[in-house]
């Protein structure tokens, strides 16, 4: 079968027997090979074809995880980990067969250390459940990827977000990880101190690892005092080249925004569709401003005056939790609106991330190539960063306006790789990427990571088939 | 030979002619085997006896550094990379022999990208010339781990030093490096771009490896604009502990310090005595301040006050360049202050780093475990991190001192990992902290950074020896 969003299975081999005994065994209900829960279990929010795992195990605890990655390890059966299943290319689809490991069930914070600033979860720990348990300490878990996703999944994809601009990603936020080996071994990648020169950074090397080197079942990562003030501020512009100069501006001067965010008109109309709101139907930029009420108020009024230089009107500023939220509904509802602009569309997002001084040019770039598109499409995102999500509403069945939006994607991901940028900010290669990946990284730093995979699963059952070839 | 500051270089084997034929044809008067050149080149800061390699190479290309690891790497010969000479533990010691590769030559600042906050150095570049060369462009790159090194050396042990508490270390700041492997291959760890999720972080494997995966010759780092405004502060305490809880609570509160350092009272009359100045022999606390003028005034506010809580006295707040210079004059000149308090000693430095809750305890019980010392110590460093280094002055021919030595620094060490802390922040492991090492990670971690190296440097030649034991 040759539609793009239908990956082969062909490596599938049947779930030993004996396996199966000995996982329902131990596991009784948490094991289930149900078609229901494994169709869940071998999909992702990307629009391809499910391949579902050949049994789902929910996992309780690290030594759980350890247990039945021995168990796969001796039958050289794949483990795919699974968090809440909100990833975006594919990771989840188990196109070797194997077990997904449940792990939403590993949902206890284990220790909020908050006069370290640290927490230690579970890997399925939502990031919204760890900021509710975050409540009565004052200090809160800034990443914001969008998705109400595990943390655990956030860190096996470098995830990031929102408040990355000025918090950064996962990688700088996870200060250590308890991962599952290959063989179904249990190590701490690092200790607590937040920083330390104590040999090869493990912890680096798992987070973006995609479940492809072992399983992460517990997340140290770093908390923030809840800002004194925060305020949000929303603008308009004439165009996208005024609202993106704008950005670039701002963070090159160094502003310390909390968050910088793109909507372009057609997100703003899609959202008014949805929310029956009145916003202005055009290049829209969100702020919000972290800081002492007096840092807040000068950063806001920076931005307003870098603004008002390219053309900003309607600028609006918000400090009372209410008026901020209301501010930022939008925004926070795009992807949503996005979807349901098109009945029965699936929405595939495109994640190019370029260095700030080349961000104009890579996204009018984006929105050359997506006139021509013959399907709604609209452009948003993390401006601040240079990453930004170009959603392609699509309807799935129908072969050529998939055709059409790989082609597009290609087009988006070629532009940004010639501007010296990544063909994924933040979402991941999983199974999508993987031909961009070798355009980016070339082939020998493929080939180190393919022998730094061998190495640490020699068997390949770690999420096999995923981010590269193993075998070029 | 027993003594714990001569290593063995059993493994040595003689450099085979053929080899030294080569190099010496291609790199002329570039190539030496003088003693003196290899005597410099096996040695650090570190108070270790010199083992020096069978020659030296001075590169001044990436290609020139591939090709000499290409050859070495047909006879099995090792490499070890050199920077400027400032490591500390032992890590440029020539203990199985072979060629270093001087990269001080290697000094060229390839691309200024202002506009990306972006820059990219040859590895020999050190950070004051990166900073002179930086002037025009109203940007700076704040990592200073005190020692003018290069930043190819910092990247590959992960230093970082005062600026630290905001900025972050070398794995924050190193956007992309270029290596050369093992095999004589280039490659590039990343694109430039702020954030990528491009599969296995090949950045951060290579940051902090000191030297045994390969050789870094280019480093892409972030810069930062230089702040509006500057200030820095000064602090006496009566005690140890009030200048620590000082500092724990401005962390706590996340007031973002650019520096804050601590000097106990024995390093102050050491300075006294170097810089001919009057300051109180006390425990001292150094602040910088970085903002906007609002912000830099409400932080040195808010530091002044909780240093008052605390019994801190003789507050001193300077905003002018010059007077700022004189301030932390002081702490610029501790450690070579340190050093010559006592006459031919040589400086052995801790470099523990605990969770910042755990500082005090951390801090106070390396002071207990000092003042049973024979010979001068002192206790100074990166608090707000929760990293210090104690200074001992030894004499290195005393055997006595030099054990004793050895066994305080031993007991500071235990008492940062019973903290969940590590054995070192910043310096690396090199050849001194091995042993610590595998008490802090663990065998089965240690056992993944064997299997790391052994797959991409399968033949052992790269900076051999260092880190962990390959063969358990």
Known sequence: MNHPYAFTDALKRPLPASLAARLRERFGERFSTAAAVREHHGRDESPFHPIPPDAV????????????????????????????GSSLEGHLLAVHGGVSIDLSQMDRVL???????????????????????LKATGLFFPIDPGANA?????????????????????????????????EGKVIRTARRAKKSSAGYDLTRLFVGSEGTLGVITEVTLRLYPIPEAMSAA????????????????????????????????????????????????????????HGTEASVKEQAELVQQLAREHGGQDFEWATRPEDRTRLWNARHNAYFACVQARAGCRAISTDTCVPISRLAESITGARRILDTAS??????????????????????????????????????????????????GEH??????????????????????????????????MNPGKIFQLDA
Request: net charge negative.
């Open 234 to 289: 929303v603008v308009n512009f004439p165009s996208l080249a005024d609202a993106v100069k704008t950005v670039i501006e701002t963070i090159q001067l160094g502003v310390p925004v909390a968050r910088s965010e793109y909507l372009c008109e057609h997100t703003i109309r899609a959202i008014n569709a949805h929310s029956q709101t009145t916003l202005r139907e055009a290049p829209t930029l969100f702020f919000e401003f």
């Open 150 to 182: 595990s943390l655990g999944g956030m860190a096996a994809t470098r995830a990031s977000g929102t408040n990355a601009v000025r918090y950064g990603t996962m990688k700088e936020n996870v200060l250590g990880l308890t991962v599952v080996t290959a």
């Open 428 to 461: 991941g290669v999983g199974l999508h990427k993987m031909g961009f990946l070798v355009e980016e990284a070339g082939d020998d730093a493929i080939e180190l990571m393919r022998r730094i995979k061998r190495a640490l699963d020699p068997h390949n059952i």
């Open 57 to 84: 195990v929910f996992a309780h605890t690290t030594d759980e995880v350890a247990q039945v990655v021995a168990w796969c390890a001796e039958h050289a059966v794949p483990v795919i980990p699974f968090g809440i």
């Open 375 to 424: 399907f709604p499409t609209m452009l948003l995102g993390h401006v601040g960063d240079g990453n930004f999500h170009a959603v392609l509403l699509i309807d799935p069945d129908n072969a050529h306006e998939v055709a059409e939006a790989e082609r597009l994607n290609d087009e988006i991901v070629r532009l940004a790789l010639a501007m010296d940028g990544t063909c994924t």
């Open 111 to 133: 220790a909020i250390n908050a006069e370290d600033l640290t927490v230690t979860v579970q890997a399925g720990v939502t990031r919204k459940q760890l900021n509710d348990e």
